[in-house]
């Protein structure tokens, strides 16, 4: 696997956070979603098991999916 590109992350604790990275693996790009440890006060981060992959095709359906959520969301604030 190639390096990944970090797009973001999203603290969830001081130990613990969500990245969202572009790699590489096996000639094919993926979009990552993982959560990430840490047990230096953030000096280094380790993935867990915890972590999703989409192909590039499957992005689509993801944003739409973000879309829907915001609609949601906007709706209960009313």
Same mark, same amino acid.
């Given at each position: ?10 603290? $969830? ?5 969500? #990245? ?13 979603? $993982? ?22 095709? #499957? ?10 959520? $915001? ?8």
């Amino acid at each position: 696997m190639s390096d990944a590109k970090l797009l973001a992350a999203i603290e $969830r604790s001081e130990t613990e956070q969500l #990245q969202i990275s572009i790699s590489e693996y096996k000639g094919k790009s993926y979009l990552n979603m $993982r959560i990430f440890y840490t047990t230096d006060g953030g000096s280094t981060w380790l993935p867990t098991k915890k972590g999703v992959t989409f192909t590039p095709d #499957q992005l689509d359906l993801l944003e739409e999916a973000i879309q829907e959520a $915001r609609k949601e969301f906007m709706a209960e604030e009313v």
